[in-house]
């Protein structure tokens, strides 16, 4: 019974540092633009579509891997200029329900090119499990994390010691202002559209191997993702990375000990029980409304 | 919500302090406003007057301290509550119901004030009277109607009735904005800034409300910057700067204060 | 001016289904049906100003009551279209509270979690058929008349035409007018003494009640559901349906419903002629696609493009 549970635990790992990369790339949006972007989870679905097929045609896997995250990050940027920009003077609600848009769109786009049957990625490293307490981590979890580590520090690393993430922060608090000070918002939006894709995507490959790859996993992957986010808190960076591993951990637990299929029910009551109790999250900033 | 009758209403604030992190917005101040008196409230820019009328609204919690009209609390009650007691209020940029005509919107705040502002089982108590267009709602929406053309001549903005509020100037959504607060018969009128951008008719118009308001009964709390104007509405004036109450009199009095003027002119200095 | 159109509307439908071929004539059902939902979510969405992506659930949550009720305990069908949309408002009113207290961005997510949950409830609970869902659900019946298409898409109109007569109602009432007001600035409306978050909870559960009535109908329609009927890509057409035909507008309603189904049979029909690759639900591209088109050119719907040319 312990072991299992721990087994539970280890996998919940693996999938919360996927869930986590997703949830990046929905703070990394709304902390530039103030929106939620519920296409996120298709980036992380071409991600993973691309470098298995890629594969499948005979490309070495971490080639296939690199180009695909470039084909998301490429997504994001056409994403962001051909749907979001041109409504960018529009209401809350209406860029809301374009970014939907983009969700349904990216999903039956990727119908056509792909089709429904799955495919699969090949590990990025042979060898066996990683015996770890009794429980056991597959070879793809190192490189999960390892690309969670890397992604993070880098996020860090920009927003507190490079002056556009100063400027950026900046901006994010007093719009009107960093204008006059000649900070250019629009393309700073751009970016983060462009870095969520790419990042998202990563998540995506990562995964892959793990489930295998599916024109549908968007939905799924994208509803985790938020999930993490809200749960860290939708400002906070440090918040997606936290809410991710958490959630990685309670759904597999829950389902283990449960029944797989309320998985995703779990993430959705944490989801709603967050909003309600806490909705700046675990690590967000409470925020009063004037 | 029963509503306190007019005669003896009192607003009273009682050691409000209100802190946003560091800064201390509204500093233990305590003061009360009598029925039929306009109660000027000065102060320089960032003083805490808004806060201040948010306290009172019900918009924001005080940190500590707390208001109360006439024996009944009204810290912690919503904003919608605190209307419903009587105390109503307009907004430093003006809110206005786009989607709505102009004598639409003054119908939504005499609505309000007849249903108290819910409407129980709503769809079936709609659906009652109405029918295909019956006798009974036509009265009702005519009888409406007629009430609220009275009171947007009185406002002086008859003529706009109709007009789309997307359409108004920024004067006339602030005329507007008083039609709709004094369509909900108010005991307490928190009115914050209503002359900033008007025209001198406009001014007369509003000025000319607020001493109606006043001798219908109601207890004026006025906000403002055009200090002459202030003064001469007002029948008592408190100043507060930097959260804090440095005065509290008759007009003439809190304009000859030093304490006073140094506040302002030390703010005219920093 | 509802009322009498939607007697109007009822009419035709009414009279064409005679002429029409019986699966045309289901998809007219389906319209109507839809059509419905929409009515309820505009109310919400376009009145209220607030949003919802999860009301496919309360169209599947009164499609299950009512089928559950017909399988099980063979109770009539009517009975169980009432039942469907009780169920429905009790199902909304207990969300509100959960949902109603955030807006925008975070309403929008909470409305699509609860929205999965409820599927997640559909697809794990065997009473209700669980995955593989309800079959043999019996039809509507007038004492020994079973209904046939025609008359299922009659039943739907009916209900349109007085859903939209009591929804016109409303709009047009003070209540409607204290939606708007809430929806343009909330606190403003606060301050007057409107209770927003009752009203919009009234809205919501209202909204509730027209996705369950129209559920229940078409669980007996179809005779058969499963949770992938109710799945999010539902709500995102609901949303659609809104959004085409402008989110402020009854009509707008009957028309969003209308242009979606029709699109969706073209495109169901024109796309495998054209990319013999297509499959599954591949006509989600498009509506994508033309969400976002819409949104872009023309945010408040077709029927604002038609009551300015009235106007011109
Ligand atoms: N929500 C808030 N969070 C943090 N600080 C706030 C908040 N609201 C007000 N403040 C601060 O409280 C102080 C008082 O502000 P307030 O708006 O009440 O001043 P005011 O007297 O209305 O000024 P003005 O004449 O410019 O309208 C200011 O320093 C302001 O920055
Ligand atoms: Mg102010």
């Known amino acids: 019974m312990m072991a299992s549970l721990w087994q539970y635990v280890l996998s919940g790992v693996v999938d919360g540092a996927i869930f986590a990369l997703v949830a990046a790339g929905f703070v990394l949006i709304y902390q530039v633009t103030g929106l939620i972007n519920f296409a996120q989870g298709e980036f992380a679905m071409i991600g993973a579509m691309t470098a298995a097929a890629l594969a499948t045609a005979g490309m070495p896997t971490l080639a296939a891997a690199g180009i695909a995250v470039l084909a998301a990050a490429v997504v994001g940027a056409l994403c962001y200029l051909l749907a979001i920009r041109p409504a960018r003077k529009s209401t809350g609600v209406t860029l809301i329900f374009i970014t939907l848009g983009l969700d349904v769109a990216l999903r039956g786009l990727a119908l056509f090119v792909w089709g429904t049957n799955p495919l699969s990625l090949n590990a990025f490293s042979s060898g066996n499990a990683i015996a770890l307490f009794g429980g056991a981590l597959p070879p793809q979890a190192m490189w999960v994390l390892g690309s969670d580590v890397i992604v993070f520090a880098a996020l860090y690393l920009f927003f507190r010691h490079t002056y556009a993430g100063t400027a950026v922060r900046a901006a994010v608090a007093n719009p009107p202002i960093a204008s006059t000070f000649g900070i250019p918002l629009r393309t700073f939006a751009f970016w983060s559209f462009v870095v969520a894709a790419a990042i998202g995507g990563l998540g995506g490959v990562m995964i892959a191997p793990i489930t295998s790859a599916t024109y549908d996993m968007g939905l799924t992957l994208g509803l985790a993702g938020f999930v993490a986010a809200v749960l860290g808190g939708l400002d906070s960076l440090p918040g997606a990375l936290v809410g991710g591993f958490v959630l990685g951990i309670v759904e597999h637990v829950a389902g283990g000990l449960w029944s797989t299929g309320w998985e995703q029910g779990v993430g959705f009551l944490i989801l709603v029980l967050v909003l309600v109790l806490r909705p700046q999250g675990l690590l967000g900033r409470a925020t009063r409304r004037a | 919500m029963t509503a306190i009758p007019v005669a003896t209403a009192t607003l009273e604030v009682r050691s409000v302090t209100m802190r946003f992190g560091g800064v201390l917005a509204v500093d233990d101040v305590s003061f009360s406003a009598r029925t039929g008196e306009v109660l000027g409230v000065m102060g320089p820019n960032g003083a805490g007057k808004t806060t201040l009328f948010n306290v009172i609204s019900g918009v924001q919690r005080p940190t500590s301290g707390d208001v109360s009209l006439r024996g009944v609390r009204l810290t912690g009650r919503s904003v919608e509550d605190v209307a419903s007691c009587g105390v109503t209020r307009t907004f430093q940029t003006p809110v206005m119901f786009w989607g709505l005509t102009v004598r639409e919107s003054v119908e939504v705040a005499l609505a309000a004030r007849e249903f108290g502002g819910t409407y129980p089982p709503a769809p079936l108590r709609e659906l009652a009277p109405c029918g295909l267009g019956s006798p009974g709602r036509r009265h009702a929406q005519a009888a409406l109607r007629e009430r609220a053309d009275v009171l947007l001549a009185g406002a002086g903005i008859a003529a706009m009735a109709d007009r789309a509020t997307e359409s108004l100037a920024f004067g006339e959504e602030r005329l507007l904005e008083l039609a709709r607060a004094l369509a909900v018969e108010p005991t307490v009128l928190l009115l914050d800034e209503p002359l900033s951008g008007l025209n001198p008719d406009e001014v007369d118009a509003v000025i000319a409300s607020i001493r109606a308001a006043r001798t219908d009964g109601v207890a004026v709390l006025l906000v403002e910057h055009a200090v002459g104007e202030l003064l001469s509405v007002a029948d008592r004036v408190v100043v507060l700067d930097h959260g804090r109450m440095i005065a509290e009199g008759l007009p003439a009095q809190v304009a000859a204060d030093p304490v006073v003027i140094d506040a302002y002119i030390g703010d005219e200095l920093e | ?312």
């Not at chain 3, 305990?73 to 509270?97: D, K, R």
């Not at chain 3, 898409?153 to 009591?166: D, E, K, M, S, Y």
């Not at chain 3, 038609?306 to 011109?312: D, G, K, W």
């Open chain 3, 1 to 312: 001016m509802y009322g009498r159109t939607g007697l109007v509307l009822l009419v035709v439908v009414a009279a064409i289904v005679w002429i029409l071929p019986s699966y045309y004539t289901g998809l007219l059902t389906l319209i109507g049906l839809y059509a419905l939902v929409t009515i309820g979510l505009n109310l919400f969405m376009g009145y209220a100003g607030q949003v919802s992506l999860g009301q496919a659930a309360f169209f599947g949550v009164g499609a299950y009551t009512s089928a559950t009720f017909a399988v099980k305990a063979n109770i009539t069908p009517w009975l169980g279209m009432v039942l469907g949309a009780i169920v429905a408002a009790l199902v909304a009113y207990a969300l509100s509270f959960v949902a109603l207290r955030l807006r925008e961005n975070l309403l929008a997510l909470a409305t699509l979690a609860l929205g999965i949950v409820i599927n997640v409830v559909f697809n794990q609970w065997d009473f209700i058929g669980g995955t593989s869902g309800l079959k043999d659900i019996p039809g509507f019946t007038i004492g020994s008349f079973t209904f046939d298409q025609r008359a299922y898409a009659i039943l739907a109109w009916a209900l349109v035409a007085v859903g939209i007569w009591f929804a016109g109602n409303l709009v047009r009432s003070s209540f409607g007018r204290s939606l708007i007001a809430i929806s343009a600035g909330e606190l403003g409306a606060q301050a007057l003494g409107v209770h927003s978050e009752r009203l919009k909870r009234q809205t919501f559960v209202l909204s509730a009640v027209y996705a369950g009535a129209a559920g229940a109908i078409y669980a007996s329609q179809a005779s058969y559901i499963d949770p992938t009927s109710f799945s999010f890509l539902l709500s995102v057409n609901f949303v659609l349906m809104s959004v085409i035909g402008g989110l402020r507008s009854l009509w707008g309603a009957v028309i969003g419903a209308t242009v979606v189904v029709a699109l969706g049979q073209i495109l169901q029909n024109v796309v495998p002629v054209v990319l013999p690759s297509a499959r599954g639900d591949f006509q989600s591209f498009f509506l994508g696609v033309i969400l976002i088109a819409m949104l872009i050119l023309l945010p408040r719907g077709i029927t604002s493009r038609l009551s300015e040319a009235r106007r011109a």
